[in-house]
């Protein structure tokens, strides 16, 4: 019998693989999206139909020149990605991609599942925060300050909103939160919370059109102004890996993870596949939101929300609770 | 908090207009592979003309260079002599320069020629990497005797010449065809003449 560690270790590598592999595609994927909405045919140069664009952009983040500021305190600034990397890719140990039954989609189901997944991300901020501040540049301290603000405005929605998940599945672990929805997908009955969800995860992954920490027309960059060549690229990576993260969650807490929809259970398709579909759709809303919506004031941002979404999420919690408490 | 809520249907308004685009025909021309036609009456590099003997049009008389607006052109003329006939006149240009980075290619140059000897091709891509280049004396601008006497002005092709390579089929983008089609100068003024020769015939008629 293989030892658990080795296990572990080459599910890790596997994984690391295919997110990184996601990452390259979901790049490429977004600007062939964004081109076609803007009616531009898109990345179409590199290999056949643009797929070897990944490739080349690679190439050349790895060539540039890797810049530190003097007034930068160098060691938190090369430090920074290392953060936002590792805490993106660490969410990935306990994402069930699978039924567990069997025990092979997911390196590790934790209890907590939910719990370790809010703690984790949060921690990602640290990376953009730090990058921005270490940089001793002034735009990226204003982007990092806005990281700051942003996180904490809307990781409270984002929280409310897993709460009325929680509430309904019972459980706290992503596998028996999925198995929940084997009848129904808590986006139904959770509708409100899902919508505070895809507003609150969009703006906790600083896309559009919250894109307030990058902001390129106010702040040239934002957080990673003064980034160049790999170290950028390491941000660029956890941005997606975000993105992915996000999406994942989506489909576990309210989209029904790996339950086939529309009653389609019969059709002899392994469950990751639908689990992947429902991710990739969430992607593409991501794209589709980023080609459509223009960027929202600063001050709108942070009116949103407070008056707008933390009162929803806490509604929804409220009438939620209600409503379980009385059916029992 | 009303006037946000009120904003959601704009919101997806603009979704579902993205969502349209995705699928609709995009104007791209994949221009390296792929080439727009250009006007009728476009005006690119320039060409020295031949005659059909294989003589210069050029008689160096430089009024091109005086019509100039940009002062791009520069002309030497020489005597022709007997044993070293360059043009058909007395005269040729021994020196012509034209500074295609000055140039704005309005084409007076070829309205002020009294011999059709400069005329504005239809080709463009004349990029470089160094500011000399962009200089064209007559070892570029001469047709060579090997390539026949040159377009005549009047008779300038509509669309791409063949070696610029394949057309883009545009249909809707730029409206060649129902904007620049009718206007091809070419056949107005062929059409023109002909019509001035009907004229004169048929007041020979009435003589």
């Not at chain 2, 000897?117 to 060579?144: C, H």
Request: hydrophobic share 45%; with cysteine.
């Amino acid at each position: 019998m293989v030892p658990d560690w080795v296990v572990i270790l080459i599910k890790s590598a596997i994984l690391l693989l295919v997110v990184v592999t996601t990452f390259a595609y979901a790049m490429l994927a977004e600007r062939k999206v964004l081109g076609w909405m803007q009616l531009r045919p898109g990345p179409n140069r590199v290999g056949p139909w643009g797929l070897l664009q990944p490739a080349a952009d690679a190439a050349k983040l790895i060539l540039k020149e890797d810049l530190t500021p003097r007034t930068a305190d160098p060691l938190i600034y090369r430090l920074a990605p290392f953060i936002s990397l590792l805490t993106a890719f660490s969410v990935y140990a306990i994402i069930p991609f699978g039924s567990s039954s069997s025990g092979t989609w997911a390196i590790g189901n934790v209890n907590a599942g939910i719990l370790f997944l809010m703690a984790i991300t949060s921690i990602g901020v640290y990376g953009i925060t730090l990058g921005g501040w270490a940089s001793g540049s002034k735009y990226p301290l204003l982007g990092s300050v806005r990281a700051t603000a942003q996180m904490i405005s809307y990781e409270l929605g984002m929280s409310l909103s897993f709460i009325g998940v929680l509430i309904l599945a019972g459980t706290t672990s992503l596998d028996g939160i999925v198995g929940a929805q084997a009848k129904w997908w808590f986006v139904a009955p959770q509708l409100v919370g899902f919508l505070v969800y895809v507003v609150t995860a969009v703006a906790e992954t600083n896309r559009v059109p919250f894109d307030l920490v990058e902001a390129e027309t106010e702040l040239v960059a934002g957080f990673h102004t003064e980034y160049s060549g790999l170290r950028f690229g390491l941000f660029f990576i956890a941005e997606y890996v975000n993105m992915l993260t996000v999406s994942c969650i989506a489909s576990l807490l309210f989209l029904g993870g790996w339950n086939a929809p529309f009653g389609l259970g019969a059709v002899p398709v392994p469950g990751v596949i639908w689990f992947v579909i429902k991710v990739a759709c969430f992607m593409f809303f991501y794209m589709w939101l980023r080609a459509t919506l223009p960027r929202f004031r600063y001050d709108r941002l942070m009116a949103f929300g407070w008056k707008v979404i933390l009162p929803i999420a806490t509604l929804n919690l409220i009438v939620t609770a209600i409503i379980v408490a009385f059916k029992g | 908090m009303r006037k946000q809520l009120y904003n959601v249907g704009a919101i997806l308004k603009g979704l579902s207009i993205t969502f349209k685009f995705m699928f609709a025909k995009r104007p791209t021309i994949e221009y390296p592979s792929v080439k727009k036609q250009h006007a009728p009456r476009f005006h690119g590099l320039h060409e020295l003309r031949r005659y059909a003997d294989g003589k210069e049009r050029c008689i160096g008389c430089e009024l091109c260079s005086s019509a100039c607006p940009a002062n791009a052109i520069t002309v030497i003329g020489a005597e022709n002599s007997a044993e070293d006939r360059v043009s058909p006149g007395e005269r040729h240009a021994a020196r012509y320069e034209i500074d295609e980075l000055r140039c704005i290619f309005c084409g007076m140059c070829e309205e002020a020629c009294p011999t059709d000897a400069i005329v504005l091709t239809p080709r463009f891509e004349m990029a470089d990497y160094r500011r000399g280049s962009f200089i064209y004396a007559k070892d570029r601008l001469l047709v060579p005797p090997e390539a026949g006497v040159g377009i005549a002005p009047d008779d300038r092709p509509n669309g791409i010449p063949s070696d610029l390579g394949r057309v883009a089929d545009i249909k809707s983008t730029t409206d060649v065809d129902r904007g620049y089609g009718a206007t091809h100068r070419g056949e107005i003024l062929k059409t023109q003449r002909r019509g001035l020769a009907a004229l004169r015939q048929a007041q020979d008629d009435t003589k």
